[in-house]
């Protein structure tokens, strides 16, 4: 399964346990393929490097060079209007539409109230994890 996360999910599993950290543990070993755009990685960094302030001791480094190598890339598309009340979380429905997938996995929101839109699911990582993960 291809999926987009939300830089909170990848946050969280990054710091934290719970669904989102075991998403993540799925993604390692290989049972999901992740989508991600320049935007989107720029974000991971950005908001990755800000909590790493706060959390000494953790390198992100090599997170972020697996997830260079080992995401999927997609080309980064332009929405035609703005969908998400927020703009900055178009990103990932732009991300999922390139990548002709179907499932955002995200506690955002704004996100989340946009679930449905082109045949996207938002999926909080909870729910994610009890029905699609095995």
């Known amino acids: 399964m291809r999926?987009?996360?939300?830089?909170?999910?990848?946050?969280?599993?990054?710091?934290?346990?719970?669904?989102?950290?075991?998403?993540?543990?799925?993604?390692?070993?290989?049972?999901?393929?992740?989508?991600?755009?320049?935007?989107?990685?720029?974000?991971?960094r950005r908001v990755g490097h800000e909590l790493a302030k706060q959390y000494r001791g953790i390198d992100?480094?090599?997170?972020?060079?697996?997830?260079?190598?080992?995401?999927?890339?997609?080309?980064?598309?332009?929405?035609?209007?703005?969908?998400?009340q927020d703009p900055d979380d178009d990103k990932f429905l732009a991300c999922a539409i390139a990548g002709n997938r179907h499932v955002i996995v995200s506690g955002d929101?704004?996100?989340?109230?946009?679930?449905?839109?082109?045949?996207i699911q938002v999926l909080r990582p909870r729910i994610f994890v009890d029905t699609d993960l095995p």
């Open 60 to 84: 992100l480094a090599p997170l972020f060079n697996v997830l260079t190598t080992e995401a999927e890339f997609v080309r980064e598309i332009t929405l035609t209007q703005q969908v998400c």
């Open 3 to 44: 999926i987009v996360l939300d830089t909170n999910v990848l946050i969280s599993g990054i710091f934290f346990t719970g669904p989102p950290h075991r998403i993540l543990e799925t993604w390692k070993q290989g049972g999901l393929a992740l989508l991600l755009s320049t935007p989107i990685l720029d974000e991971y």
């Open 109 to 119: 929101r704004e996100l989340l109230k946009v679930s449905g839109y082109q045949d």
